[in-house]
């Protein structure tokens, strides 16, 4: 199985395209409070540029489902990233208004007894990230991998969603994270940045050759 890949955290054509250019599966855009916030606008005017395999993830922290489905249009998402404590509904009425052409991760930030049934939650994939007490993301810090490893993903082959590790990646730590958790995706936000919403160019293509790398071998 090939592991999927998301540059997050994109403010310009420029760096979208980087990120496809150097392998990525997917580009996420900031939808929330955050110097990397971008308006649905802003991606409207950069999606028709991107290559039409490349997904486009809207980021949505506190968003109500109005605001979600309305950026998906507006903006020409292919999925959204719902980081925050969302209600199974808003999940559904996500999937009845796009069908499954909509990626839908659930977003779930990992501690000792992390909830991880999706029950009745319809998700796609579920990301797993850090945070600390004023930020839910794109922190720059990771999570415990060695004890996520014996919780969390240790059923990771087994009917649950599938699981994509965030929090703390670089290029110098992607090749641990995959060893140790053996995710079906990656996700990284501020380990390919040459400044918040600015993307460093050599970052982003050792990222995705690490990760590639580290799943193969």
Do not use: Y
Request: aromatic share 6%.
């Amino acid at each position: 199985m090939s592991l999927w890949v998301k540059i997050c955290a994109n403010t310009s054509l420029e760096d979208a395209l980087l990120a496809d250019a150097a392998g990525a599966d997917a580009v996420g855009f900031v939808f929330a409070p955050s110097p990397r916030r971008v308006t649905p606008a802003q991606v409207a005017a950069i999606v028709p540029h991107l290559p039409a395999a490349l997904e486009k993830i809207g980021v949505f922290v506190g968003a109500s489902f109005d605001e979600i489905a309305a950026t998906v249009e507006t903006a020409g998402l292919t999925g959204v990233q719902l980081h925050f404590e969302a209600a199974p509904a808003l999940a559904a009425g996500l999937r009845a208004r796009f069908g499954n052409r909509l990626r839908i991760l659930r977003v779930v930030h990992f501690d000792s007894a992390p909830d991880t049934n999706p029950g009745e939650f319809d998700a796609d994939a579920v990301l797993v990230d850090s945070r600390t007490a004023t930020v839910v993301g794109g922190t720059g810090k990771s999570f415990d991998w060695t004890a996520a490893s014996k919780t969390l993903f240790q059923n990771k082959n087994g009917r649950e969603h599938r699981l994509v590790a965030a929090g703390g990646l670089s290029p110098e730590n992607v090749g641990e994270a995959i060893a140790i958790l053996q995710p079906w995706g990656v996700d990284v936000v501020s380990g390919v940045e040459a400044a918040p919403g600015r993307k460093d160019p050599a970052k982003v293509r050792a990222f995705v050759t690490n990760a590639r790398k580290a799943k193969r071998g």
